[in-house]
């Protein structure tokens, strides 16, 4: 297996750059024994009562800041996690190095260690509440237009952790959940932080451990899971919950974290009835993910109709729902 296996082509334009209005009229490209073309409205309709649908709360964080070196340079810090004025942080700028002086706003900081490719950072004020003065949600680099942070967090999001949206559902409207729960859909709510580690390119495919992911399943959501006659579950982040949560076939309740890294070769311990998903970037860990889940060429195949029918593709772009 090699990263060009998971190549496809694909036009700049088709790269989404503002979410559908409203969110559930995006389409939903369905693949089950054949291909259907949908809105995501229309999930409803492919599921039953006492079906399960796991999602995952998550909520992006305010986690990049802008500023500037006392030489002018502009600087973008991502924090990657924090404990009081000391912060872990990717950072954007020329020539980053221990000793430089950032000024963000009213605030100041100094670049005080590095380890590869993260920095350690340290504030003069308690870096949360820097953040939820002046940070911004850290969106995808292909996104080149400003988008609304409400436009960015999905309409079940709760839990504060997020370095990125969990896509697949930003499609889902407070109207489209009442619809689901009418008609006697179980949601089971889990939680997965996307780290900073999913912008990354993928160097070495034979790798088998990923960036670390914190995740936590309650014990309702594990029991109601267990018990589903069909499951669905909603982003690959949900996938990667459950997985990692399940030993010998039964999700098990708790806190963790997660390296898992899924491809095309990996036995799934849960069964999953289908999957819904955005359509994802080359060569992606996410990408290697749905392969694995519905077989490599089945998933570029679709792609490439997709790309045929003109979806809209990444992180604000239309949907997929695979079925087993």
Known sequence: MKLEDFDYSLLRELIAQKPAVPRDHSRLLVLGKELEHKNFYDLVDYLKKDDVLVINETKVIPAKIIGYKTS???VELII?????????CRIK??????????????????ITDQKDEEFIVEFDE??????????????????????KDKQYQTAYSRKEGS?????AGLHFTPRLLKKIRKKGVKLAKVVLHVDFGTFLPVRDINKNKLHKEYYEVSKESAKTINNAKRLFVVGTTSVRT????????KIIPGKGSTKLFIKPGYNFKTKIDGMITN?????????????AFAGRKK???????????RYRFFSLGDAMFILK
Not at 83 to 88: I, L, P, S, T
Not at 93 to 110: H, Q, T
Not at 134 to 142: N, R, T, V, W
Not at 299 to 309: F, G, P, Q, R
Request: charged residues 30%; hydrophobic residues 40%; positive net charge.
């Open 93 to 110: 700028a020329k020539n980053p190095r221990i000793g430089n002086k950032i000024i963000f706003k009213d605030y100041k900081a100094s």
């Open 242 to 249: 459950l997985e990692a949560s399940n030993k010998d076939g």
């Open 72 to 74: 002018g340079t502009k």
């Open 126 to 147: 308690d870096v949360k509440k820097i953040m939820d003065d002046i940070g911004i949600l850290p969106l995808p680099p292909y996104v080149k237009s400003k988008v």
């Open 163 to 167: 370095i990125a949206a969990p896509t």
């Open 279 to 291: 359509f994802h970037l080359p060569r992606s860990t996410l990408l290697m993910l749905v392969s």
């Open 299 to 309: 998933i570029l195949k679709a792609y490439d109709e997709a790309v045929k029918k």
């Open 80 to 88: 990657l996690g924090s404990n009081g004025k000391k912060a872990r």
